[in-house]
Nanobody, 120 residues
Framework: QVQLVESGGGLVQPGGSLRLSCAAS????????MGWYRQAPGKQRELVAL???????NYADSVKGRFTISRDNAKNTLYLQMNSLKPEDTAVYYCNADVMTIHRTRSDYWGTGTLVTVSS
């Protein structure tokens, strides 16, 4: 099995910064695309940022210029640097990974989420 564990969420004032991490572990042969999604209360889950194994990135328009996604392939870890945070960034942030396991099965995996609250 594969586990994704997010960390780094918390309460921050508007204009502040947070760095989220997502550590992948378990029966991993290879990680393909990895991404951050978020779900605010009463809203659908939405893509925040995506990074493929080659390093190309894609961002939601609402976070472009403020958030940066990165990955450390040696550590199987995904990051999201969030700057200039706004109250509307408040949500549960989920890590997602497209994984090839050592058993040569390929599936999508999700973490359990980390809460980010932007409030004064």
């Amino acid at each position: 099995q594969v586990q994704l564990v997010e960390s780094g969420g918390g309460l921050v004032q508007p204009g502040g910064s947070l760095r989220l991490s997502c550590a992948a572990s378990g029966s991993i042969f290879s990680l393909y695309s990895m991404g951050w999604y978020r779900q605010a209360p009463g809203k659908q889950r939405e893509l925040v940022a995506l990074i493929i194994s080659g390093g190309s990135t894609n961002y939601a328009d609402s976070v472009k210029g403020r958030f940066t996604i990165s990955r450390d392939n040696a550590k199987n870890t995904l990051y999201l640097q969030m700057n200039s945070l706004k109250p509307e960034d408040t949500a549960v942030y989920y890590c997602n990974a497209d994984v090839m396991t050592i058993h040569r099965t390929r599936s999508d995996y999700w973490g359990t989420g980390t809460l980010v609250t932007v409030s004064s």
